[in-house]
């Protein structure tokens, strides 16, 4: 595939197979998406600030904010506000959680350079177990205007591998990443908003665009038949296997990869790992950064370009985890066994990850 303008060509007359692969919404057939509101002020949400009395703060009264985390010992939050740099802590009785966004229904997804546009597309379902139906689907895949560039980071040969990795999906963390790249702090925050603000799907399919990716083009061979062992058939509630591939490292390293390290940057990017958290796919977000990190310390394409991108995101996610620097072999291997793809890793899971439990059972 050369161009952009021949893969939507090609696109446009693969409609049924689209229409069978993302599925359709129509509100005609059924009811329309409802927003999901908060039921609590935590980390990892956006709320509405109000009842500030000082002559500063009534300037804030009705703004939105990104909370980022929680200041026990002062009683306060601390968030990042929607149109103002830098941070500031308030009350819980100043901040109103606000309504996700309904889920989208139009099929110009990704048509624009926003956030808001791009982050529409990591939307098709949550993915919750075999035999379980979609919670959404949307409408048929239009991949154009800025999401369409995008493909240009993919640099694939072959159009239903494109269909089989999330082609959306994938495409939409190259441009969030972009935004964030091109307009540093401001571009950051704009993709942190857009994030939050969306449905809690949007941060269940960004994490598993990194868990669950599709087998990518191995290098040089058109017949992947038989490297697809494990891919086939493997659930969203599963780590599909380690590649290698110079495709699947480039993907990586300017799409979700990319993405989270700009937020590492940033104090408010503390607000994007907190929502996290929250998702049901979390500990397979961290099984797969380790894994990265084991690849880097045995010298696997991988592992050398993504494992140091992988251990910044887990010294942001897990402060005081064991990983300033680059494994050693025997330890590299010793993660790799630990985390192995065929193990549930319970320590993984968030009420009981912690920085120093994984120090002793990973890095000692």
Same mark, same amino acid.
């Given at each position: 595939?050369?161009?952009?303008s ?48 000082s ?5 804030? *009264? ?7 985390? *929680?200041?026990s010992?002062?009683e306060?939050?601390e ?17 109103s ?11 110009? =997804?990704?048509?624009?350079?926003? &956030?808001?546009s ?23 895949i239009?991949l ?8 240009d980071?993919?640099?694939t =040969?072959?159009?239903? !591998?494109?269909?089989?990795?999330? +082609? ?12 964030c790249l091109?307009? @540093?702090?401001?571009?950051? &925050? ?16 960004? /994490?598993?665009?990194?868990? !669950?990716?599709g ?5 040089? @061979?058109d017949?992947?038949d038989?490297?697809s062992?494990? #891919? ?5 509630t ?5 590649? @290698? ?12 990869? =990319?993405?989270?390290?700009? +937020?590492?940057?940033y104090? #408010?990017?503390?607000?994007?790992f907190?929502? +996290? ?7 397979? #977000? ?22 140091? +991108?992988?251990r ?8 005081? /985890? ?12 010793h ?5 192995? =793809? *065929?193990?549930?890793?319970?320590f993984?899971?968030?009420? *009981? ?7 002793e059972?990973? #890095?000692?």
């Open positions: 595939m050369n161009s952009n021949e893969l939507l060509e090609m696109l446009n007359k693969m409609g049924g197979m689209m229409d069978s692969f993302s599925g359709n919404y129509s509100s005609d057939d059924e009811e329309p998406p409802k927003p999901v509101l908060p039921t609590k002020v935590q980390p990892g949400i956006i709320c509405q600030v109000d009842g500030l009395k002559a500063a703060g009534q300037k804030l *009264n009705g703004c939105q904010c990104a909370v980022i985390r *929680n200041i010992e002062e306060r939050f968030v990042r506000m929607k149109d103002e740099e830098g941070t500031k802590a308030l009350k819980e009785a100043n901040l959680p606000v309504e996700k966004l309904v889920l989208p229904t139009h099929s110009r =997804r990704g048509s624009s350079s926003s &956030a808001r791009l982050c529409e597309l990591l939307l098709y379902y949550k993915g919750s177990g075999p035999g379980m139906a979609p919670e959404f689907s949307p409408s048929r239009t154009t205007g800025f999401a369409g560039q995008c493909l980071h993919i640099g =040969r072959n159009l239903m !591998w494109l269909v089989q990795v999330q +082609m959306e999906q994938l495409a939409a963390t190259v441009g969030l990443a972009k935004i091109d307009y @540093d702090e401001e571009g950051a &925050a704009e993709v942190l908003f857009a994030l939050l603000e969306g449905d809690p799907m949007y941060i269940d399919v960004l /994490i598993q665009t990194i868990h !669950w990716t087998l990518i083009d191995h290098d040089g @061979d017949n992947n038989v490297h062992d494990g #891919f086939s058939n493997c659930p969203p599963k780590l599909t296997p380690d590649q @290698d591939s110079y495709s699947y490292v480039k993907l990586m390293s300017t799409g979700p990869l =990319r993405l989270l390290v700009e +937020m590492t940057k104090k #408010f990017g503390g607000a994007l907190e929502a +996290m958290k929250e998702s049901e796919f979390h500990h397979l #977000f961290l099984q797969r950064l380790l894994r990265l990190v084991g690849r880097e310390g045995i010298n696997t394409n991988d592992g050398s370009k993504l494992g140091p +991108m992988a910044k995101i887990l010294l942001k996610v897990l402060p005081g /985890i064991n990983l300033e620097k680059k494994l050693d072999s025997m330890k590299a291997q993660l790799l066994v630990q985390t192995s =793809r *065929n193990l549930p890793c319970q993984l899971r968030a009420e *009981n990850v912690s920085a120093t439990t994984l120090n059972i990973y #890095f000692e």
